[in-house]
C-alpha cells in the first residue's frame, strides 16, 4: 500500500504459459507443453533465505517444479528507497521438456491502474516474428487498448523489446517495471 493505494493484488508468481495463437493450435502447442501451464501455481517452497547486502536485502526462495524435474530459484533484492530488484531463475532437472511458451513473471494489480506507459515496440502488437512495423519509442495508452478482438480469442497485446513499462491510476500512482538488458 502507497499513500492510501494498494497496488498489487497478487503475485509476483512464476508464468511459463501464455494464450495460444492459431499457429499453437495449429501445431497443438497446449497438449505438447501441457507441462507449463500451471507449473508456476504448482510450485513448492522448498527453501528460503535471507541476508543483509549493505543497505540492502536479499530473500531468495528455491522452488520444486515437480511434475517438470526442475526447480526454479527467485532472488527478491530490496532496497530502502523503494526498488525491488527481482532475479528468476530456472534449473532444469534430467527429465526431457517441451520448449517454454514463456519464462517469466505474472502478477496482477488492482482495477484502477489503466494507464500503461512503456519504452519498446509500438503502439500496435508486436511479436517476435512481425515486429518491424512497430518502431521502438516511448508510448502511453490505456490497458484495455491493447486488446484486440481476434475471431478466435488468442494471446493479444504483446509488446516486443520493452525496457520499461509502467502502470499508473488516475492520480499517475503505479509501478514501474524496468528490464535488466
Known sequence: ?????????????????????????ANNMMKRCAVWKNAGEKAQLIDIDSRQQGKAVAVTSVYLLEEADAK???????????????Q????????????????????IMPEEYQTMTWLGRGPHESYEDRKTSALVGKYTADVWEQFHPYVRAQETGNK??????????????????????
Open 72 to 86: 526454479q530459484i527467485v532472488e527478491y533484492t530490496c532496497r530502502g528507497e523503494g526498488q525491488i530488484h527481482v
Open 160 to 181: 516486443c523489446d520493452v525496457r520499461y513499462f509502467s502502470l499508473a491510476n488516475a492520480q499517475g500512482l503505479g509501478l514501474r517495471f524496468v528490464g535488466d538488458e
Open 1 to 25: 500500500i502507497w499513500q492510501g493505494h494498494s497496488m498489487i493484488e497478487q503475485g509476483p508468481q512464476a508464468n511459463y504459459w501464455r494464450a495460444a495463437t492459431d499457429n499453437d493450435v
Open 88 to 107: 528468476m531463475t530456472f534449473v532444469p532437472g534430467s527429465k526431457p521438456l517441451p520448449e517454454m511458451p514463456r519464462f517469466g513473471m505474472r502478477l
